[in-house]
């Protein structure tokens, strides 16, 4: 009787290991960023969703997870000649996603891996192709190339390639030092053109000021009183000021004399005037 308990007590020990290696082997979790592949005996039956999943054990059914996150991988930095005969070094980041995990894992050995190298060739291909200003100045339209490209590629294998971003641009040192000297001379012409452009302004101005004073010429005579009492804010300041020669005209004309000591003026007269007031006196003494 007791052998016999022994032995069913072995039994039933037995019979839960192997419910728990059963359960242990075909037991599987996957996450909601997830999908499992389930292959039995080699052969592609389905593709599982997130949540608990069984599965056939002892390695009938296997299931391998793959992610769906978005992926940021960065590429090598790769030695371009542009078109236009410029050796740079670029390195981009590519964002790629998987979209249909049965292609990812039937129809490419390691996405990962393939996705990688594709990014090289055709970032040197496409870059070769574009000059070293639409590099730098137009890269969002590099960038949608190399993103249109590397999709399609890509495609069948269940990858979706959302963005690809040139990251950096090293250019030679004598490179550098040519743009810097074109960005000078830029920046020069410009000075200048505004510079130009701000004396034409001044000088059409000036020209529009000088037709109204000379409409009016009264207006320069204030001008000259403006300019006084601006000059003259400071009490101990010298000024020193033109005088406009048609206010002291009227006294040009008039030269005082030395009196004979009573305060009178003489008044001069011109040589011309006495000349012709003395002629009818002379033809009378004849």
Known sequence: MSG?????????????????????TGFRVINEYERGVVLRLGRLIDVKGPGPRLIIPFGI??????????????VPAQDVITSDN?????????????????????????????????A??????????????????????VNA?????????????????????????????????AMALQAEAEREKRAKV?????????????ADAAKVIASQPATLQLRYLQTLSEIGADQNSTVVFPLPLDLIEPFLKLRPEAGSGNGHVKVAV?????????????GLES
């Open 4 to 24: 016999a308990l022994a032995a069913l007590v072995v039994v039933v020990i037995v019979v839960v290991f192997f419910v728990l290696l059963a359960f242990a």
């Open 61 to 74: 059914d296997r299931i391998i997870k793959v992610d769906l996150r978005t992926v940021v991988h960065e």
């Open 86 to 118: 410029v050796t740079v070094r670029v390195t981009a980041v590519v964002f790629f996603r998987v979209v249909d995990a049965r292609d990812s894992f039937v129809k490419v050995r390691d996405y990962m891996g393939t996705i990688s190298k594709t």
């Open 120 to 141: 090289q060739t055709t970032l040197r291909s496409i870059l070769g192709q574009s000059t070293l200003d639409e590099l730098l100045s137009r890269r969002d339209k």
């Open 145 to 177: 190339e190399l993103q249109a490209v590397i999709d399609e590629q890509t495609e069948p294998w269940g990858v979706k390639v959302t963005a690809v971003e040139v990251k950096d641009v090293d250019l030679p040192q004598s490179m550098q030092r």
């Open 194 to 206: 505004i510079r130009a452009q701000g004396e034409l302004q001044a000088a059409q101005t000036l």
């Open 270 to 282: 011109p040589a011309e005037e006495l000349v012709g007031a003395a002629e009818p006196e002379a």
